[in-house]
Nanobody
Framework: QEQLVESGGGLVQPGGSLRLSCAAS????????MHWYRQAPGKARDLVAA???????YYVDSVKGRFTISRDNAKNTVFLQMNNLKPEDTAVYYC????????????WGQGTLVTVSS
């Protein structure tokens, strides 16, 4: 019954912006820390940004100052605002919910593709 659905990916030029959304169904959102991961072709899935249910945030150094993670608890949605995009940001972006009860309880979205290219 728990499900995450990402949207907002697409093709953008370097320096452009995208806003990703992750909508949660079920009860997991309100009790979870939320994360955005990304996976580039041939690479491992890496953590990009995180937001605790209390609002505290984390960013990997490569996106700090360019990306902003936020959550709208009333809409059970987490966002990733991506500005000044670089070709190196090209990846499938995945939403993750972690209620803190162990890896088996984490929920993943299907991913949304972001391509940064001229």
């Amino acid at each position: 019954q728990e499900q995450l659905v990402e949207s907002g990916g697409g093709l953008v030029q370097p320096g452009g912006s995208l806003r990703l959304s992750c909508a949660a169904s079920g009860s997991i959102f309100s009790i979870s820390d939320m994360h955005w991961y990304r996976q580039a072709p041939g690479k491992a899935r890496d953590l990009v940004a995180a937001i605790r249910r209390s609002g505290g945030t984390y960013y990997v150094d490569s996106v700090k100052g360019r990306f902003t993670i936020s959550r709208d608890n009333a809409k059970n949605t987490v966002f990733l605002q991506m500005n000044n995009l670089k070709p190196e940001d090209t990846a499938v972006y995945y939403c993750n919910a972690d209620p803190g009860w162990g890896t088996r309880h984490e929920v993943w979205g299907q991913g949304t593709l972001v391509t940064v290219s001229s």
